[in-house]
């Protein structure tokens, strides 16, 4: 039997706790030892989940002095990310970061080269990656499904994110980064090229009690011609599925979020199919504030668990966290100057 993980959860909000602290304490050989929290009725929740003798902590930074630990998740606001995760790192410890990698190309440079001198895994939380829609997805274009490919989009009309510190442009670093990195690190990954320019437009038009965008579309352009396009809304109805697809030189196929369905057109010969791609709500584990079963947290988790016992890079990593988050800056920065922005210029 494999020597048990101790964990620390560095952030025990409500994220925290039902999406991770959940999850964690139910995967064989994980002991989650540690949990942090400024709020004294999240500690309190934090240990119904994972029991009595679940260390506390108020400030993030005491919970790393644990000699125990061997590892940590970190699901603090998105400014301190980049400094809980050095800190970590320097700790000796590994370290799933909640996404984004960091509010700056230099956050996302100081976490990456804090994991490269500790020699640690570093996976960020980007659990689309995870999602059994859309891994079937990427094994069907790999496999020649739609003949080259050359377009890819999401369109996601929803309804707001939760209230408090989701409504601040310095605390998530806005919307894009704190929403739509998880749908740009789904078209880096599944378009396989390198993202090369953004053009945007967003605006906070109805949600005006919060100061981020709560609408937006964004073209994003990658080496050979390839296009993503992304639609937000957030003051649509709730309930509205997360609809993703990709077309090519041989068919399209397109995705609903919630409803698991897959639909796959051939162009040569005419052929079309309809599955469904199973995954439980009990194994997810997780629904979100707007009530949409997010069925990618727990592999993520049992992955980071891997990774960590098999010393192995993991997927969702941290070169590939900071191009997501280069191509959210653009594009936050293509809607401020009105103007198409590379993502060279971003990255410096």
């Known amino acids: 039997m494999a020597t048990?993980?101790?964990i620390g959860l560095l952030g025990a909000g409500w994220f925290g706790r039902e999406a991770h602290l959940r999850n964690l304490v139910s995967i064989e050989g994980v002991h989650v030892i540690a949990?942090?929290?400024?709020?004294?009725?999240s500690l309190i929740a934090a240990r119904e989940i994972a029991g009595e003798k679940l260390q506390t902590f108020t400030d993030w930074r005491k919970a790393l002095e644990?000699?125990?630990?061997?590892?940590?998740?970190?699901?603090l606001t998105n400014d301190q990310h980049r400094d809980a995760a050095v800190a970590a790192l320097e700790a000796g410890l590994h370290v799933l970061l909640e996404k984004p990698l960091g509010l700056t190309m230099a956050e996302c440079?100081?976490?990456i080269a804090a994991t490269a001198a500790a020699e640690k895994i570093l996976q960020v939380g980007h659990e689309m990656r995870f999602q059994r829609l859309y891994t079937e997805m990427k094994k069907m274009i790999d496999g020649g499904a739609v003949g080259d490919l050359h377009l890819m989009w999401c369109r996601e009309f929803r309804g707001p994110m939760r209230e408090g510190w989701r409504s601040s442009e310095a605390l998530t670093g806005g919307t894009i980064l704190e929403k739509n990195v998880h749908h740009l690190d789904l078209f880096n990954w599944i378009l396989d090229r390198k993202p090369i320019r953004v053009a945007a437009q967003g605006g906070r038009n109805v949600l005006l009690d919060r100061e981020v965008l709560d609408n937006a579309q964004v073209l994003v352009e990658y080496e050979g011609g390839r296009r993503a396009t992304l639609e937000l809304c957030l003051f649509a109805p709730s309930g509205g599925d997360c609809e993703i697809g990709v077309a090519g030189s041989g068919g399209r196929i397109d995705t609903k979020n919630q409803a698991l369905s897959l639909s796959h057109h051939r162009y040569d010969p005419p052929e079309h199919t309809e599955v469904q791609i199973p995954e439980s709500d009990e194994e997810a584990n997780f629904t979100d504030a707007s009530g949409r079963v997010d069925r990618g947290i727990r592999p993520e988790l049992e992955h980071f668990v891997e990774c960590i016992r098999e010393n192995k890079a993991p997927l969702n990593d941290g070169p590939s966290a900071r191009l997501a988050c280069a191509v959210c800056l653009a594009a936050q920065a293509s809607i401020l100057r009105h103007e198409m922005v590379t993502i060279e210029e971003v990255l410096g």
Do not use: G, K, Q, Y
């Open 4 to 6: 048990p993980l101790n």
């Open 109 to 111: 440079d100081d976490v």
């Open 35 to 41: 949990a942090s929290s400024r709020s004294d009725a």
């Open 66 to 75: 644990i000699d125990a630990l061997d590892a940590v998740v970190i699901s």
